[in-house]
C-alpha cells in the first residue's frame, strides 16, 4: 500500500443511513409515498413547485436531527492526514462530511443546504424553506430552486471527477448501490487507468464483481479501520 499516493473515494447513501438519514432506495427509502417524477425533474418543478419544495424543505430540515457518524469522521481524518491527492466525491445531497471536517470534498448530485437560481445559475447557502417566489441573492429573480441534480440533469463537475479516476491510484466505493449512473462506471474508468478498486458496503452492491475486494459490513466500522490501515502504511 506504501506505493498509493492518489485516492478518489466515492460515498453514496449507505454511509449517511446510520446517521439516521433514510436512504432513497431501500425500503425506508425518501421515495416512498413519492413518484420520482414528482419530486426530483425539472418537469416537476415547473408542474408542482409547492409538493417539491415542501419535500426538500423537510429533507433539509431532516439535517438538524443528525450527526456524522465514525465513517464520516475517519474520511474527514484521512482528508486531513493524507499526504497526495485526495477527493471525495460524494453523492449524497447531505452536509455531514464537511460537519465531520472533510474539505477535498465534491458533491456531484449538488447540496440540501444550497439553492440554485434558475435564471443566472448563482449557487448560495440556503437553510429553511425554500418556496415559490424567493429572490436570487445576485441576479434578484423569484427563480430561486433547490440545488440538487434533478433525474435527466448532468451531475456536477463532471471533467474534474474524470481527471481524478485517471489519476488515481486507488478508488474506494463506500456505501453505493452501485446501480446508478454515471456514478456507478467510477470504478471501470479507474480500473481502466490502473488503480487499484476496493468496495465497503453492506450488502454487495450491483457492481461488486467490478472490484478487486469488497468488505461487507456497517461503513462506520468498515471506514475506520480502513482508514487506519492506509494511514499506518502511508507513503513518506
Same mark, same amino acid.
Given at each position: 500500500m506504501s506505493d498509493i499516493r492518489n485516492i478518489v473515494i466515492l460515498t453514496g447513501a449507505g454511509i449517511s443511513a446510520e446517521s439516521g438519514l433514510a436512504t432513497f432506495r431501500g425500503p425506508d427509502g425518501l421515495?416512498?409515498?413519492?413518484? %420520482?417524477?414528482d419530486v426530483c425533474t425539472p418537469q416537476a418543478l415547473a408542474r408542482d413547485p409547492d409538493t417539491v419544495h415542501r419535500f426538500y424543505d #423537510?429533507?433539509?430540515? #431532516?439535517?438538524?436531527? %443528525?450527526?456524522?457518524?465514525?465513517?464520516? !469522521? =475517519?474520511l474527514a481524518r484521512l482528508d486531513a492526514e493524507w499526504p497526495?491527492?485526495?477527493?471525495? %466525491?460524494?453523492?449524497?445531497? !447531505? @452536509? $455531514?462530511?464537511?460537519?465531520?471536517?472533510a474539505r477535498r470534498l465534491l458533491h456531484m448530485h449538488g447540496e440540501l443546504?444550497?439553492? $440554485? *437560481?434558475? #435564471? *443566472?445559475?448563482?449557487?448560495?447557502?440556503? !437553510?429553511?424553506?425554500?418556496?415559490q417566489g424567493r429572490r436570487c441573492g445576485g441576479c434578484g429573480t423569484p427563480?430561486?430552486?433547490? @440545488?440538487?441534480?434533478?433525474?435527466?440533469?448532468?451531475?456536477?463537475e463532471m471533467e474534474r471527477i474524470e481527471r481524478a479516476l485517471a489519476m488515481a491510484d486507488l478508488f474506494v466505493s463506500i456505501g453505493t448501490s452501485g446501480a446508478v449512473y454515471p456514478a456507478a462506471g467510477f470504478v471501470q474508468t479507474a480500473r481502466h487507468h490502473g488503480a487499484?478498486? $476496493?468496495?465497503?458496503?453492506? !450488502?454487495?452492491?450491483?457492481?461488486?464483481?467490478?472490484?478487486?475486494?469488497?468488505?461487507?459490513?456497517?461503513?462506520?466500522?468498515? %471506514?475506520?479501520?480502513?482508514?487506519?490501515?492506509? $494511514? #499506518?502504511?502511508?507513503? =513518506?
Open positions: 421515495w416512498e409515498g413519492h413518484r %420520482v417524477e #423537510a429533507r433539509r430540515a #431532516a439535517l438538524a436531527t %443528525v450527526s456524522p457518524n465514525p465513517a464520516h !469522521d =475517519a497526495g491527492e485526495l477527493l471525495i %466525491v460524494t453523492q449524497n445531497v !447531505d @452536509d $455531514l462530511h464537511e460537519r465531520a471536517g443546504r444550497s439553492a $440554485l *437560481c434558475a #435564471a *443566472c445559475g448563482r449557487a448560495e447557502p440556503w !437553510d429553511g424553506p425554500m418556496g427563480a430561486l430552486r433547490p @440545488d440538487i441534480v434533478f433525474f435527466g440533469e448532468m451531475p456536477y487499484r478498486t $476496493l468496495e465497503l458496503n453492506l !450488502d454487495p452492491s450491483a457492481g461488486s464483481f467490478l472490484f478487486e475486494e469488497t468488505r461487507q459490513g456497517p461503513a462506520s466500522m468498515l %471506514v475506520p479501520q480502513w482508514v487506519e490501515g492506509l $494511514l #499506518a502504511a502511508r507513503p =513518506a
